[in-house]
């Protein structure tokens, strides 16, 4: 297997990007005041445009980056890293789906479906396993219809919070499609 090597430009986007990225998701804000970890946040755009522009491998370990370094500043509710892995889950959901749609000149359907996607998978992440964890770690009993919850809370968080990083994408798209041809053009 031939192993990938990065010139110095690929790693000064991917730093730059990171940079970015975090200082997005450390400015999130909490849109459910119930539940005041699932925040608003559009760290995922610079992570895109490192997919789409060198490799969804290192756009994937950048967000890994990203979250690591929000939980070593900011912790979790639980003491464990929870939420940062499960934006992690959310947004190689995100990336694979739209990486895919991109390859074919599809954005803007693309950006619809990932949604959708990222939406319906995150109520089964969360339904079977973090909803479950968080309440066992915090000591109380789970809602007695699991299902009826995550959809009410984790359905409509994610469908608001990816939807309007869609939104944000494809009015930044013009933008972020002439920095990803840059981006391709510095790192050949």
């Known amino acids: 297997m031939k192993r990938k090597t990065y010139n110095v430009g690929q790693l000064v986007i991917i730093a ?14 909490s849109i459910i005041p119930a539940v005041p970890h699932l925040k608003l ?47 992690l889950i959310a ?21 619809i479906i990932s949604v959708i996607v990222v939406s319906i998978m995150m109520i089964f992440v969360n339904y079977f396993f973090t909803t479950p964890l968080y309440f066992g770690l915090l000591g109380s009993e789970l809602p007695d219809n699991l299902l009826y919850y995550c959809v009410s809370v984790y359905g409509i968080f994610n469908s608001i919070k990816w939807g309007l990083v869609a ?22």
């Open 167 to 188: 939104v944000a994408y494809f009015v930044c798209y013009k933008y972020i499609d002439i920095f990803k041809k840059k981006v391709i053009q510095m790192t050949k």
């Open 16 to 29: 730059l990007m990171i940079t970015l990225s975090y200082i997005l998701m450390y400015t999130g804000i």
């Open 41 to 87: 946040e559009f760290s995922i755009i610079p992570i895109v445009i490192i997919a789409l522009g060198i490799n969804i491998k290192s756009a994937m370990l950048a967000s890994l980056i990203v979250n690591m370094l929000d939980f070593f500043t900011k912790g979790s509710l639980t003491g464990l890293p929870i939420d940062q892995m499960i934006n």
């Open 91 to 111: 947004i190689c959901i995100f990336l694979v789906v739209i990486v895919q749609f991109e390859k074919n000149n599809h954005t803007k359907t693309g950006l």
